[in-house]
């Protein structure tokens, strides 16, 4: 069955950029919605975005102006793009398969701090 | 945007009991809702999708009901592995919205 595996840095510093990749394998990333989501340690979830195979996205509009969601069907990998990071952006992101996602990453915590 | 309100915010209840959790929307969504169960340390499962459909693998003591602004999540007789947070999410009209979410713990 098709899994996912996020990977990216653990700490970013404030102001910066987040970058995180999701891994897709046994499943090609050329169908589907491929989505983003995030949760603070303790907290709810909240979703990132989506990032369609047409190459359409589609994105939260608490973080619209910071966020880009795209692909590399080479790698067969889907990547997210955080800009101007501070504290409150510090949590674990999971890639996931769908709009109402079945299958997800394990995850990956980002802690921002300097 | 739309706004997913659950209720109650946590509950305890004894393994055999039979519990609902609540989710209310801030507009009509049709039945474009999923129920999710998470686990310490676990990424979300998907229990109920559109609704009131349950999702291939899932015990059929999970239930959700509801359309429009209202929805439900019963479960029928708790087991043990049960006992974990429990989020709706709706897929009716972007942004997506989760709710806060319900943690359900042993009494």
Redesign the interface.
């Given at each position: 069955q098709v899994q996912l595996q996020e990977s990216g840095p653990g700490l970013v510093k404030p102001s910066e950029t987040l970058s995180l990749t999701c891994t897709v394998s046994n499943g090609s990333i050329s169908t589907y919605f491929w989505s983003w989501i995030r949760q603070p340690p303790g907290k709810?979830?909240?979703?990132i975005?989506y990032f369609y195979y047409t190459g359409s996205t589609?994105?939260?509009?608490?973080l619209k102006s910071r966020v880009t969601i795209s692909a590399d069907t080479s790698k067969n990998q889907i990547s997210l793009k955080l800009s101007s990071v501070t504290a409150a952006d510090t949590a674990r992101y999971?890639c996931?398969r769908g709009?109402?996602?079945?299958y997800?990453?394990?995850?990956t915590l980002v802690i921002v701090s300097s | 945007a739309i706004q997913m309100t659950q209720s109650p915010s946590s509950l305890s209840a004894s393994v055999g009991d039979r519990v609902t959790i609540i989710c209310r929307a801030s507009q009509d969504i049709r039945n474009d809702l999923g129920w999710y169960q998470q686990k310490p340390g676990k990424a979300p499962k998907l229990l109920i999708y559109a609704a009131s459909s349950l999702q291939s693998g899932v015990p059929s003591r999970f239930s959700g009901s509801g359309s429009g602004t209202e929805f439900s999540l019963t479960i029928s007789s708790l087991q043990p592995e049960d006992f974990a947070t429990y989020y709706c999410l709706q897929d009716y009209k972007y942004p997506y919205s989760f709710g806060q979410g319900t943690k359900l713990e042993i009494k």
């Open positions: 709810g979830l909240e979703w975005g589609n994105y939260n509009p608490s999971y996931a709009s109402a996602p079945v997800w990453g394990q995850g | -």
